[in-house]
């Protein structure tokens, strides 16, 4: 009876990761890992703050969500972003990380400031990204990892501590540019 079932030939089902990463456990798992990727991120900008007589904020902004973290520190920003199918599984997913020069995080008008009264018409470019997708065979050994490339998997707290000197090199370099 089964002589004429046909079986299905997919790459990824010879592929160690996507029997977790395509289950529906994993997507709790993902969820876990980008809070304590953000944490991490914000928690490593909090030993490093900008100097007082710089034209920069002295800390900086942070506007998270679950699936988004945004960091502007002054002139630069930092994006964070999970982008995923709402029916998705964690298999198709995938982590966009941009470092920007130019303001991405928009200050809101305080008290009766209008918007179009306060905005410039600036625009951020890109510095630096990244695209990188998960590298897990459980929650125990997740990872990030570049397209195509599983063994080059970081953990969170390593990606983290990526991002942020990404954005700390490109805030110095936009110091010594004024």
């Given at each position: 009876?089964?002589?004429?079932?046909?079986?299905?030939?997919d790459?990824?089902?010879?592929?160690?990761?996507?029997?977790?990463?395509t289950?529906?456990r994993?997507?709790?798992?993902c969820a876990?890992e980008l809070?304590?990727?953000y944490?991490?991120?914000?928690?490593?900008?909090?030993?490093?703050?900008?100097?007082a007589?710089?034209?920069?904020?002295?800390?900086?902004?942070?506007?998270?969500?679950?699936?988004?973290?945004?960091?502007?520190?002054?002139?630069?920003?930092?994006?964070?972003?999970?982008?995923?199918?709402s029916?998705?599984?964690?298999?198709?997913?995938?982590?966009l990380?941009?470092?920007?020069k130019?303001?991405?995080?928009v200050?809101?008008?305080?008290?009766?400031?209008?918007?179009?009264q306060?905005?410039a018409?600036?625009?951020?470019t890109?510095?630096?990204?990244?695209?990188?997708v998960?590298?897990?065979k459980?929650?125990n050994?997740?990872?990030?990892?570049?397209?195509?490339?599983?063994?080059?998997?970081l953990?969170?707290?390593a990606?983290?501590?990526?991002c942020?000197?990404?954005?700390q090199?490109?805030?110095?370099?936009?110091s010594?540019?004024?």
């Amino acid at each position: 009876m089964l002589e004429n079932t046909a079986v299905r030939s997919d790459a990824r089902a010879h592929d160690a990761h996507a029997d977790y990463t395509t289950s529906f456990r994993a997507n709790a798992a993902c969820a876990r890992e980008l809070a304590r990727l953000y944490d991490d991120i914000t928690g490593s900008l909090a030993g490093a703050r900008v100097p007082a007589d710089a034209k920069a904020p002295e800390e900086p902004v942070v506007r998270r969500s679950p699936a988004r973290c945004l960091v502007q520190l002054g002139p630069v920003a930092l994006t964070v972003a999970w982008l995923q199918r709402s029916q998705g599984t964690v298999a198709d997913g995938e982590l966009l990380v941009v470092v920007w020069k130019g303001e991405v995080a928009v200050r809101t008008p305080q008290g009766f400031e209008r918007a179009h009264q306060h905005s410039a018409s600036s625009s951020a470019t890109s510095v630096w990204e990244t695209v990188l997708v998960v590298a897990a065979k459980s929650e125990n050994e997740w990872g990030w990892a570049p397209i195509g490339a599983h063994d080059d998997a970081l953990s969170s707290a390593a990606l983290a501590q990526q991002c942020v000197e990404r954005l700390q090199a490109a805030y110095a370099e936009c110091s010594r540019e004024r």
